[in-house]
């Protein structure tokens, strides 16, 4: 079955592709960065921030206690 890239629209086989749904690394990459620098968001309500310090978890090397 051929597919579309969803970042570049390029037509690939989705089977034996280790890229899939993409049709290479690159496009994988380019994605993923768009998701971490928040070009991309799913709509719904925003989380309230729960007031608690994650690193205050965490001893000094980092560790979870």
Partial sequence: ???K????KKK???EGNEWRPFCSERCKMVDL???VSESYSIEGDALEDSG???DADNDE???LH
Avoid: E, L
């Fill in 1 to 3: 079955m051929k597919i």
């Fill in 52 to 54: 608690h310090d994650i």
């Fill in 5 to 8: 890239c969803p970042k570049c």
């Fill in 61 to 63: 090397d980092g560790y």
């Fill in 33 to 35: 960065g768009a998701w």
């Fill in 12 to 14: 690939v086989n989705w």
